[in-house]
């Protein structure tokens, strides 16, 4: 039976964003009427509505305007005061106290009352409170999408290390750099507790790590089920094809070896890449000479990091792609992934690699953590350990034409199996007919 359902996002391209167009498209896939309501729409497409708060009452005459700019001239209204946070913890989401959307308006927009929500990064968009408005509304069933951490902290989307999320957020919030401020965390964690017992909000994980990080959560590790969707990766645009001519496309040569590394910023220091190059530095003091003039790395970015000028490989920069056909070329002529992270929900540019037939080698975090099989499709290293990181490398490296094509159909079948649109379907079937 085709159900109404809303998903609810800030935007609708990159990262986070594009994960939950991803939802909406296997739902619209599977029959279901959707609608994806955002704040920000990029994308052309009539099922994404951007939300608009529609006034049901008449403009304000001439005097009550002119009362009103006299007021505000005597008291003016003050903004609210910036939260003092260390960016690395990504402390977006500052007030889940607050109500930020009109309930009517948005459902007016939507066009029908859903049966079920699904919700992603709603950053400068809308809360837990504002969920629980809807929830009160429409009594649809609500599911938070784990694109990162936040649905379950105080306001951070990455805890580095912090157990915040587990015990109840508190006075000694560690993303919160003034001590008069830090009762934040606490007052956000606590009404999202409050929220999601009220609501019964559930929490979908996207990555083996939120899945881990979800069921240790104060918040949802009595939910009785958590289901996985893995990055969803949709195997008709990223797969492996073209493998066999993908690098005469680029133009790269058979006989070198190419590492593609990448991220949208490399100077976030969540993406580690200083232990990425001091790999790349150990594989420069052990390869011999014939072997290190086959590898070439292939960096995709916005912009590059000054640091990769110590790398004494060859080396090419690729302006970031949003073509999808490319990328998937691009994946595919590339020997490896590299994704150096140390904190990280994701990155989709894993299973992505994966999809294609490449083998990634990374530290044991996000979607690497179950992803990632060593000998098997790849190499996980532990955390800030550069020389087993340049161990994964070299093993891939190091591998056989049939070794190596073993590992490439492997990659394939984990995506298959385990983050494809097919495999998210089941998820999403078991529940939307529970």
């Known amino acids: 039976m085709s159900k109404k359902i809303l998903i609810l996002s800030t935007g609708d391209v990159n990262g986070a964003y594009e994960a939950m167009y991803k939802v909406a498209h296997i739902m619209k896939n599977m029959s279901h009427e959707v609608v994806m309501c955002v704040k920000h729409k990029t994308k052309n497409e009539d099922f994404i509505k951007t939300y608009r708060h529609q006034h049901s009452s008449p403009h304000p005459g001439l005097l009550t305007r002119v009362i009103s700019k ?39 927009i939507v066009g029908f009352i859903p049966d079920f929500i699904f919700t992603g990064m709603t950053i400068d968009f809308l809360n837990s409170t ?24 105080g306001g951070c989307h990455f805890s580095w290390g912090c157990d915040g999320y587990i015990k ?16 934040t965390a606490k007052n956000n964690f606590e009404r999202k507790y409050e929220n999601a017992k009220k609501a019964n909000f559930q929490i979908i994980a996207g990555s ?28 008709k645009l990223l797969n492996d094809k073209n493998k066999s001519i993908a690098k005469k496309i680029f133009s790269l040569a058979d006989d070198h070896f190419y590492i593609l ?26 390869l011999p ?5 086959r590898i070439v790395l292939l960096v995709v970015s916005n912009s590059v990091n000054e640091e990769f000028n110590r790398v004494t490989f060859k080396k090419q920069k690729i302006d970031y792609i949003k073509d999808y056909r490319l990328l998937s070329l691009l994946y595919q002529a590339a020997d490896i992934f590299i994704n150096s992270s140390i904190e990280d929900s994701g990155p989709m540019m894993v299973s992505e690699a994966l999809a294609c037939g490449t083998p990634v080698v990374g530290f044991d975090t996000g979607v690497l953590t179950n992803m990632v099989v060593n000998d098997y499709n790849g ?56």
């Open 70 to 108: 006299i007021k505000n001239k005597i008291n003016p209204v003050q903004p609210p005061k910036a939260l003092s946070t260390d960016r690395k913890y990504s402390f977006f989401s500052k007030d889940e106290l607050s109500e930020n959307i009109h309930v009517e308006s948005m459902l007016n």
């Open 130 to 153: 504002d969920l629980l408005n809807i929830y009160n509304a429409t009594k649809a069933k609500i599911y938070n999408v784990t694109v990162d951490m936040n649905h379950f902290t």
């Open 168 to 183: 109840g957020c508190d006075e000694n919030c560690p993303a919160i750099t003034k001590n008069d401020e830090k009762i």
């Open 208 to 235: 083996g790590l939120t899945l881990k990080q979800a069921q240790e959560s104060k918040i949802y590790k009595d939910q009785e089920t958590i289901y996985n969707v893995n990055s969803l990766i949709d195997t």
């Open 261 to 286: 590394t990448g991220a949208q910023n490399m100077e976030d220091p969540r993406k580690g890449f200083s232990y990425l190059l001091e790999a790349l530095e150990i594989l420069d003091k052990e």
């Open 289 to 293: 000479i014939e072997q290190k003039e």
């Open 379 to 434: 190499y996980k290293a532990p955390l800030k350990d550069s020389e087993k990181l340049a161990e994964g490398i070299r093993k891939i490296f190091e591998l056989n034409k049939d070794s190596y094509k073993t590992f490439s159909k492997n990659a394939v079948k984990q995506v298959e199996e385990f983050s494809s649109y097919e495999y998210a379907e089941e998820i999403f079937k078991n529940i939307l007919e529970a």
